[in-house]
């Protein structure tokens, strides 16, 4: 294991020309940056746009609004009123097109790891619940025709010729949309392609581009269909969360969307990240935010997360923790859960909506037996790995951790000032309290608040 052959010091080395070298604590990738790479500014290198056509107004691609039976059936959508938002379920297929939406969570089409994969695998059946919504759906004849469309043009998509599926008997099509109703391959969907008021089609709607009432919205409802997926599947171990924007990080539409994806593994990262947290259950802490902190790559920080510019990665990489006592996303507190999504948010918008990322989500799985922080990482897919990589497993990453750093920070305080980002503190205004995650029990201690025994917070250094 990484931690125990190599110092902590060792994980972000200058060396005398300026090359950087680090080495990710929890996987083991060593990655160097040379000197006089990465001094692009941020997103300043925008393609003129094309004029919108107005009449494709809502049909810019299969996750526009105006295209809804191009998706299979909706699992849910998030709707605001003006008593609030509300999630709705079990619409008709008359019912789709009729309300506003703010976000819409719909299996997806090509799966990942299929329906089949847990039938043949596990005997998994559709649960009671699911079979009755599927029932339903089909029972009018506008469900019925929409799932069919959509098996056939999935088939087509999947290469099948027009004959065969001609040929394919209802019933079994109809068998096949098995996967819409009790799948493990979910999109959540935002409305917008593009933002209000778009002229341009280079004026994408990205996670940055909400308010962060709507991101923490979309965190919220994510984190509702996450938790269905394993309470409708008990052979789930590990539900993969994740965001590719833009098509060098891998989306199929510039259609702003997240992904959720079951597995029956916890996944190798999680394996291995179990096996640090046994040996060592405050490694989160130590290796991941107090060493951010001390080598003054901390970002941004609230009362319940704190961002830090990553270091070990094989692309740069904007990190956000959890401070919450609880390991998993559907346990955290409004309060906490806001928190993660303000920051998330902040790095969104600070690198605003042309670097393709990947968002991936790190948490606990369910069946493991030691605590881990919730954590989300966010990828920036600016450089593709070649052959120096392939041949030493060493990764050239374009941009240094306090490179990074310093890109996102000044426009993080220009966001705030505008206000176009929910408040926080930012690179020097941090606490950077050491031990902040308090997912690891040992820790607690510190926290409490009789007066003898104070702690090495913000609170206790603001007071006489
Ligand atoms: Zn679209």
Same mark, same amino acid.
């Given at each position: 294991?990484?931690?125990?052959?190599?110092?902590m010091s060792?994980y972000l080395i200058r060396?005398?020309?300026?090359?950087i070298?680090q080495?990710?604590?929890?996987?083991?990738?060593?990655?160097?940056?040379?000197?006089? /790479?990465?001094?692009?500014?941020?997103?300043?290198?925008?393609?003129?746009?094309?004029?919108?056509?107005?009449?494709?107004?809502?049909?810019?691609?299969?996750?526009?609004?105006?295209?809804?039976?191009?998706?299979?059936?909706?699992?849910?959508?998030?709707?605001?009123?003006?008593?609030?938002?509300?999630?709705?379920?079990?619409?008709?297929?008359?019912?789709?097109?009729?309300?506003?939406?703010?976000?819409?969570?719909?299996?997806?089409?090509?799966?990942?790891?299929?329906?089949?994969?847990?039938?043949?695998?596990?005997?998994?059946?559709?649960?009671?619940?699911?079979?009755?919504?599927? !029932?339903?759906?089909?029972?009018? *004849?506008?469900?019925?025709?929409?799932?069919?469309?959509?098996?056939?043009?999935?088939?087509?998509?999947?290469?099948?010729?027009?004959?065969?599926?001609?040929?394919?008997?209802?019933?079994?099509?109809?068998?096949?949309?098995?996967?819409?109703?009790?799948?493990?391959?979910?999109?959540?969907?935002?409305?917008?392609?593009?933002?209000?008021?778009?002229?341009?089609?280079?004026?994408?709607?990205?996670?940055?581009?909400?308010?962060?009432?709507?991101?923490?919205?979309?965190?919220?409802?994510?984190?509702?269909?996450?938790?269905?997926?394993?309470?409708?599947?008990?052979?789930?171990?590990?539900?993969?969360?994740?965001?590719?924007?833009?098509?060098?990080?891998?989306?199929?539409?510039?259609?702003?969307?997240?992904?959720?994806?079951?597995?029956?593994?916890?996944?190798?990262?999680?394996?291995?990240?179990?096996?640090?947290?046994?040996? !060592?259950?405050?490694?989160?802490?130590?290796?991941?935010v107090n060493f951010a902190a001390h080598r003054n790559l901390v970002?941004? *920080?609230?009362?319940?997360?704190?961002?830090f510019a990553g270091f070990?990665?094989?692309?740069?990489?904007?990190?956000?923790?959890?401070?919450?006592?609880?390991?998993?996303?559907?346990?955290?507190?409004?309060?906490?859960?806001?928190?993660?999504?303000?920051?998330?948010?902040?790095?969104?918008?600070?690198?605003?909506?042309?670097?393709?990322?990947?968002?991936?989500?790190?948490?606990?799985?369910?069946?493991?037996?030691?605590?881990? =922080?919730? /954590?989300?990482?966010?990828?920036? /897919?600016?450089?593709?790995?070649?052959?120096?990589?392939?041949?030493?497993?060493?990764?050239?990453?374009?941009?240094d951790p306090e490179?990074?750093r310093?890109?996102?920070? =000044?426009?993080?305080?220009?966001?705030?000032?505008?206000?176009?980002?929910?408040?926080?503190?930012?690179?020097?205004?941090?606490?950077c309290?050491? !031990?902040?995650?308090?997912?690891?029990?040992?820790?607690?201690?510190?926290?409490?608040?009789?007066?003898?025994?104070?702690?090495?917070?913000?609170?206790?250094?603001?007071?006489?």
């Amino acid at each position: 294991m990484m931690h125990e052959m190599m110092p902590m010091s060792d994980y972000l080395i200058r060396m005398r020309d300026g090359t950087i070298k680090q080495v990710n604590p929890f996987t083991g990738t060593e990655v160097w940056t040379v000197p006089g /790479r990465g001094h692009r500014p941020l997103g300043n290198d925008v393609k003129p746009g094309a004029p919108l056509d107005p009449a494709k107004d809502g049909a810019y691609c299969a996750f526009c609004h105006g295209r809804v039976y191009e998706t299979p059936p909706e699992k849910a959508r998030l709707v605001q009123s003006v008593t609030g938002w509300e999630t709705c379920k079990g619409l008709s297929a008359e019912q789709i097109v009729d309300s506003d939406w703010a976000f819409r969570r719909v299996p997806n089409l090509f799966e990942i790891v299929s329906c089949e994969y847990w039938q043949k695998n596990y005997r998994y059946v559709l649960p009671p619940a699911l079979q009755a919504r599927k !029932n339903k759906y089909l029972a009018s *004849e506008k469900g019925r025709r929409h799932v069919l469309d959509v098996v056939n043009s999935r088939m087509k998509l999947g290469g099948a010729n027009e004959d065969t599926i001609r040929k394919t008997p209802e019933e079994e099509k109809l068998a096949m949309a098995n996967a819409f109703f009790g799948g493990g391959h979910e999109l959540v969907i935002a409305r917008r392609h593009f933002v209000d008021g778009a002229t341009h089609n280079n004026q994408l709607a990205s996670s940055g581009t909400m308010t962060p009432e709507e991101h923490y919205q979309y965190f919220r409802f994510t984190i509702e269909a996450l938790r269905d997926i394993y309470l409708s599947n008990r052979y789930v171990r590990y539900v993969a969360v994740f965001q590719n924007w833009l098509q060098p990080a891998g989306a199929s539409f510039d259609h702003l969307h997240k992904q959720l994806v079951a597995i029956d593994e916890r996944g190798v990262s999680n394996d291995m990240e179990i096996r640090l947290v046994r040996s !060592n259950p405050n490694v989160f802490n130590e290796e991941a935010v107090n060493f951010a902190a001390h080598r003054n790559l901390v970002f941004a *920080e609230n009362e319940h997360a704190i961002a830090f510019a990553g270091f070990g990665h094989r692309f740069p990489t904007l990190e956000v923790y959890s401070k919450s006592e609880r390991s998993q996303p559907w346990n955290h507190s409004v309060e906490e859960l806001r928190a993660m999504s303000d920051l998330v948010h902040g790095c969104h918008a600070a690198m605003g909506p042309n670097i393709p990322c990947n968002e991936e989500w790190h948490y606990k799985p369910p069946d493991a037996d030691v605590p881990m =922080p919730w /954590r989300v990482l966010i990828k920036w /897919r600016v450089s593709n790995p070649a052959g120096f990589e392939g041949g030493t497993l060493i990764y050239v990453n374009t941009i240094d951790p306090e490179s990074l750093r310093d890109k996102v920070v =000044p426009r993080l305080f220009e966001l705030k000032n505008e206000g176009k980002i929910a408040l926080m503190k930012i690179a020097f205004e941090c606490d950077c309290v050491p !031990n902040c995650l308090k997912y690891n029990p040992a820790v607690r201690l510190t926290h409490t608040r009789e007066a003898e025994f104070q702690p090495l917070s913000g609170e206790a250094r603001r007071e006489p």
